[in-house]
């Protein structure tokens, strides 16, 4: 079974400038995550689609960062313009099951690099 | 002060040795509670999670959760140089649709 793929894997840009990332999920796979994971902490929730809509995106800078789920399967995460303390991980999920209570389990994709000089 | 508290380490061992591994939290209502592996350049890996508390076994892995000292373990058996990586504890309310709260990360380091 394939794997959460991501690319590009590593980015440098200056700041002010934009980047996009993309997340391909698990097939299958209703819900997809994006987190920032900053050097040194754990990985930071910044929305949560469930097939195409957002359940969650408490956390997501909106004035600088977007996302999006075209057809409940690829995601697309935008930011714009760049600050240097987006510099981060930026790791893509996906999990097969969403519900009110219970769990499932994330599978992470190997995550972009953002480095913002 | 953070939901989840994690050492960050780093914590290096020789080969063979138990490893403890632990998370302090402030949130009462987390019932759900994971330990993620993540290699280098790598994105993180679920290992093993437990609802409420109590203790589960895994071949050389064991977690256990004290709900009423808000404190989480996972210990290592003959620990081997494969485990090198950062361990991430996570947790999840009832009814939380997934969102997990990751920890910091402890860093291990398993030496021959």
């Known amino acids: 079974e394939a794997g959460v793929a991501q690319s590009p894997r590593y980015k440098i840009i200056e700041k002010r400038q934009s980047v996009a990332f993309w997340c391909n999920p698990i097939?299958?796979?209703?819900?997809l995550y994006w987190y920032q994971q900053i050097l040194g902490q754990g990985p930071k929730l910044l929305i949560q689609?469930?097939?195409?809509?957002?359940?969650?995106d408490s956390q997501l800078p909106k004035d600088r960062f977007s996302a999006e789920r075209l057809k409940g399967v690829d995601s697309t995460l935008k930011i714009q313009p760049a600050k240097l303390e987006d510099s981060a991980v930026y790791l893509c999920?996906?999990?097969?099951?969403?519900?009110?209570?219970?769990?499932?389990?994330?599978?992470f994709g190997e995550g972009s690099r953002l480095t913002v000089l | 002060q953070k939901e989840v508290e994690q050492d960050p380490g780093p914590l290096s061992v020789p080969e063979g040795a138990i490893v403890s591994l632990n998370c302090t939290y402030s949130?009462?209502?987390?019932?759900?509670f994971m330990w993620y592996r993540q290699y280098s350049r790598k994105g993180p890996e679920l290992l093993m999670y437990?609802?409420?508390?109590g203790n589960k076994e895994d071949g050389r892995f064991t977690a256990q959760v004290d709900k009423s000292s808000k404190y989480i373990s996972l210990f290592i058996r003959d620990s081997q140089p494969s485990d090198s990586a950062t361990y991430l504890c996570?947790?999840?309310?009832?009814?939380?649709?997934?969102?997990?709260?990751f920890g910091t990360g402890t860093q291990l380091k398993v030496e021959l």
């Open positions: 097939s299958g796979h209703a819900t």
């Open positions: 689609f469930q097939n195409n809509g957002v359940v969650d």
């Open positions: 437990t609802y409420s508390s």
């Open positions: 999920a996906s999990s097969l099951w969403f519900r009110t209570s219970g769990t499932g389990e994330l599978f």
């Open positions: 996570a947790m999840q309310l009832t009814g939380g649709g997934n969102k997990l709260t």
């Open positions: 949130n009462s209502a987390f019932q759900y």
